[in-house]
């Protein structure tokens, strides 16, 4: 009955009393649809874990980073591009509450089904290991653009060729300019193919 998460770190090594403290460095698979709008990281690429764990009254708190490698399509011209993210971590992991016996006691907060608008609770201590999946998304939401940029003075696209432009500010030059040329010449093309002219229907 092993539910142990593949972003799960193994936090036995950590003594319990506050102020402790355990560096752990490892490498973990990216959970899946770890993205924002245009850019993602990597399904099934590894991760690099550098965090400090701390002993504190309530919990484990983590802080330290990700490296993680991300892949995303430039917002103006649409290239795939790759580069590799450092993503901050921090989150407080809470001993789960425990009941005059010390068996765990289900926590407030802990049932999700019910989607109300409460704080989300913080992500508990389990059985000698702390899942990173839920800081990790935080981290990499906050951290990718939200339109990457092949390189900053990516030009993109001409609207009216789909040649790629040398700057942003300078669209070229076309035979006919004219939008509405342009606007006749598609008119033209579409009839020569007979396409019917449906579309023009009011
Ligand atoms: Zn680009
Ligand atoms: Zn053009």
């Known amino acids: 009955m092993s539910d142990v998460a593949a972003t799960a770190i193994d936090v036995s090594r950590l003594p319990r009393s506050p102020g402790s403290v355990l560096e752990v460095s490892t490498r973990l698979p990216a959970p899946a649809d770890l993205s924002v709008a245009m850019a993602r990281v990597v399904p099934g690429s590894m991760i690099d874990v550098d965090v400090t764990l701390e002993s504190v009254v309530e919990g484990i708190w983590m802080s330290g980073t990700a490296d993680v490698e991300v892949s995303a399509e430039c917002s103006r011209c649409l290239d795939p591009i790759e580069w590799s993210e450092t993503v901050e971590l921090e989150q407080l992991f809470v001993y789960p509450a425990t009941d005059a016996s010390g068996a765990i006691v289900a926590s407030a907060g802990a049932d999700e089904a019910d989607g109300g608008d409460v704080d989300e609770p913080e992500p508990e201590v389990h059985e000698d290991t702390i899942d990173i999946e839920g800081p990790l998304r935080d981290a990499v939401v906050l951290s990718l653009p939200l339109a990457?940029?092949?390189?900053?003075?990516?030009?993109?696209?001409?609207?009216?060729?789909?040649?790629?432009?040398?700057?942003?500010?300078?669209?070229?030059?076309?035979?006919?300019?004219?939008?509405?040329?342009?606007?006749?010449?598609?008119?033209?093309?579409?009839?020569?193919?007979?396409?019917?002219?449906?579309?023009?229907?009011?």
């Open 148 to 202: 990457p940029l092949c390189s900053p003075d990516c030009g993109g696209i001409c609207a009216q060729c789909g040649e790629r432009l040398e700057s942003i500010d300078a669209p070229h030059d076309h035979p006919s300019t004219d939008p509405r040329w342009a606007a006749l010449e598609a008119l033209l093309e579409d009839a020569e193919q007979g396409v019917s002219e449906d579309e023009r229907e009011r």
